[in-house]
């Protein structure tokens, strides 16, 4: 049986499809920075036909190129937080790790994971669903004890989590990748401060997120448009994510794309000094709960 990728999905999931077809695209190239073989099937037919669109807006045929290549942030992105949490498994920290949302990702599927680490999976129903039915169709069987939790962040998930197995008297590591400028502001600090509710501290905490000129700056706007296009437009951005976490209890250090740590030689433009204003910015955000 083929599922029909996509077809369940409202606009603000189907960006799951685009970041799988992201990292389909970057497990074709001979200098992928990771491969994930089960991205191109998860993609579906929605997938490529979103990453067509967003390579013709970011590199323009007849134009240069202004807004900053999606192709090699996901790329650095997928990578940093790969590492981040392959790193954090081998840790007290790490023996639970939660990815919210999970989306389409593989990483216990794909990654090396040692005994007795359990990772949890949150992100809506039909999210959930989706991924679920084509990953049973490939046979895909996950390299950790795997267990998803079928909630939306902005519901009532703390009790479902716990009852899949999480404890939160426990260390974890939790992963919230490609979630913050989605959501409005409120949303955001009511999100960071549930996550500080079911964490011990010590735990980690990671999330990527843009600054605040990222949402109004005229050279975004086509990046910008297309995802209000597809109506799941950007909302939030920090020009302080360190002052953002803080504020939810974890001691947090962010990392643009390009800087050491953070590049893998594949970053493209100049990565400007946190004290320039006026230009856009990207962070890879990690922290400890204090």
């Not at 083929?2 to 695209?25: H, K, P, Q």
């Not at 979103?50 to 290549?69: I, M």
């Not at 008297?169 to 079911?198: C, F, M």
């Not at 976490?245 to 970053?267: L, N």
Request: glycine share 8%.
């Amino acid at each position: 049986m083929t599922t029909d990728t996509g077809s369940l999905l409202d606009s603000v999931e189907r960006t799951a499809l685009l970041t799988a077809a992201l990292r389909a695209a970057e497990t074709r190239r001979p200098d992928r920075l990771y491969e994930d073989p089960f991205a191109e099937v998860l993609a579906g037919a929605v997938g490529p036909g979103l990453l067509a669109e967003l390579r013709a807006t970011t590199f323009p045929v007849d134009a240069a190129r202004t807004l900053p290549s999606t192709p090699d942030y996901n790329a650095i992105r997928t990578r940093f937080f790969d590492d981040l949490l392959s790193e954090a498994a081998r840790t007290p920290e790490g023996r639970q790790v939660v990815i919210a949302p999970a989306g389409m990702d593989t990483r216990p599927f794909r990654l090396d994971w040692p005994a007795g680490v359990r990772v949890f999976e949150i992100d809506r129903p039909p999210v959930v669903a989706l991924k679920e039915a084509v990953l049973r169709d490939i046979g895909a069987t996950p390299h950790v004890d795997r267990t998803t939790v079928a909630v939306d962040l902005r519901d009532d998930w703390e009790d479902e989590l716990a009852a899949a197995g999480y404890d939160p008297a426990a260390p974890s590591t939790w992963l919230l990748e490609g979630l913050l400028y989605y959501l409005p502001e409120d949303d955001v600090h009511h999100v960071l401060e549930r996550v500080r509710g079911v964490t011990a501290p010590g735990s980690v905490i990671a999330a990527d997120l843009v600054n605040a000129a990222a949402l109004t700056l005229p050279s975004m706007r086509g990046l910008l448009d297309l995802f209000a296009g597809w109506g799941c437009p950007w909302l939030f951005g920090s020009d302080e994510p360190e002052s953002l976490f803080a504020r939810h209890g974890v001691d947090a250090v962010a990392h643009q794309p390009g800087e050491p740590g953070a590049d893998f030689g594949r970053w493209p433009d100049p990565v400007p000094p946190r004290d320039v204003a006026d230009v856009r910015r990207v962070f890879f955000v990690r922290g400890v709960r204090k």
